[in-house]
């Protein structure tokens, strides 16, 4: 793609843009769109502005698409000025639509400066999905909703293990996660499975009464139905917003593409593919990542640092301390009535040091 010098120039592409049947197949949109998306996309030079952004946000916005993960140079052009006269500049973007994020997953964009030219190169790459690691734990809220869930944690919490400190801590989480994962797999089970089994179960209870309304029978079904549905909706409600970590979720959305998409988005997005090494070299080899993000945390673990050095108790000599009268008293029970007088003896000080100000 190559978009134009001025706004109105890029009229054209954003309409040929619009006018396209996106959602037929998976593709890329890739090249020097000369338009800026986002408020960071240049520095140096005049600031981006929202006139600039708005028709470049409105197609993109149409088209249901969003931006591939670019690794490498955050500006892809510069207009090779000196001094203050040097621009940079994200005029070069890769897009892809939801039917692409389904059937490669694993793709990503490098951007890197080239020689000769005043734009940055792209090379577009897949990555295997066999690289992609192990899945890091994650604690579900709708678990605590589970009757049998305060009964598993202290049950495994309470086993005894033979270390101390923060290696106990560590073990007793380790082993809690185990447990968690059981309790997820038979006593939870498939959240979307048991809501869509609990919303066609209502629907039929509801069938059912329309038919036979005066049954007790079915008034009793209609209404177990209901309460189950409305558990199991909390339930995959309450995973949905933390899959995808928003607010807006309301009962209309849970099903939308825009929502799917989204969260396929989200989980490209969090992946770690490469990193900058000592020499300023891209490394996308899944084995050097690993070993270098476990490197970086082992180098922090377990050093020295000033805030668990011991307390020198002799230093509190040299200040002011409270008697062991005020110590007691500091312990004592008090009731609603202390409180209200002390907030009155409060607002009577902040009262005469105003007084005293003016």
Known sequence: MYGRNTVEERQDLWQALAL?????????????????????????????????????????????VDALHIIGSHYTWSNKQEAEARIFSKLDRVFKNEDWVDLFPQFEALTNWDILSDHCYCIIKSMHDSISGIKPFRFYNMWAEHTDFRDTVPNSWSKPLHAHGLVRIMQKLDRLKHVLHRFNKREVGDVIHNYSAARDHYQNAQCNLQQNPHSAELQLAERTACLDFSRQYRIYESFLRQRRKITWLCFGDKNSTHFHASLKQRKAANRITSFLDDKGQINDKFEDVVAHFLNHFRSIMGSPSSTSSQIQKDCFIHGDTLSLDYQLSLLKPFTKKDVKIALLRARVLMDLARASLK
Do not use: H, S, Y
């Open 20 to 64: 396209l049947n996106f959602p037929m197949k998976p593709w890329l949109l890739a090249g020097d769109f000369n338009a800026a998306f986002d408020f960071d996309d240049r520095i140096g030079g005049c600031a981006v502005t929202e006139l600039e952004m708005e028709d470049a946000q409105r197609c993109r916005a149409l088209g249901m």
